[in-house]
């Protein structure tokens, strides 16, 4: 749909109206609108209780699969094999001719953003299990709170982060209008709408009808 600005307002267009009037009709909704229902559509499956209880259960199954001290012990030897990238991409920082020097530095950021996550990763296996699982219960109770106050943070938030963040998350959206005519005038309303996330931010209960 294309957005356009209508008075004091946003509303979206079908796009095909938009390219051709005399391909079909108008089907105008508000941005307000639109946004109402994707924040209460995310809201509704994020909070639902048989969501949370499968987020909590999967998230557990992770910490007691992935802890040990076999998990500790391959960390570890990563770690040395990253150390050892590191001192030789440092001693090449000063062999190398000018115009190789930012692909050098940029091999090191790489080895050493890898060499904090494995560190972080090492301090994770080396915790006792329960911790984790506690640790893992607070996130999910902090992101809760989170999308409970999702719908008044997009109400009353700056705009353009609202929109960046959801285009951040949201993939696509599709939309049906209904229409109604009042005297010589054409109303529209939105009847129902499939949100799509990105996968990346996607759990297999995410993609639903509203």
Known sequence: MHRKRNGGCHTYICDGYHRNRGLCRRNTVSEDEVL??????????LLDPKNVNRLRKELHQQ?????????????RKKIQTVESKLGKAKRRLVEV?????????????????????????????????????SD???????????????????????????????????????????????????????????IELFQKNAAPWCRRRR
């Open 36 to 45: 109402g229902h994707i924040v209460g559509t995310i809201q509704e499956k």
């Open 63 to 75: 910490v007691k699969t992935s802890g040990g001290k076999g998990n500790a012990d391959s960390i």
């Open 136 to 194: 893992c219960d607070r996130m999910i109770e902090k992101a809760l709170d989170g999308v409970t106050r999702l719908q008044d943070v997009v109400s009353n938030g700056d705009r353009k982060l609202v929109r960046d963040c959801l285009r951040e998350t949201v993939r696509r959206v599709d939309l049906w209008t209904v229409q109604e005519k009042r005297g010589t005038r054409h109303f529209y309303h939105l009847q129902r709408g499939v």
């Open 97 to 133: 001719d000018a115009d190789m020097l930012s692909l050098v530095q940029e091999q090191l950021r790489e080895l050493q953003a890898k060499q904090d996550q494995l560190q972080a990763d090492r301090k994770t296996a080396a915790t006792p299990r329960n911790r984790l699982i």
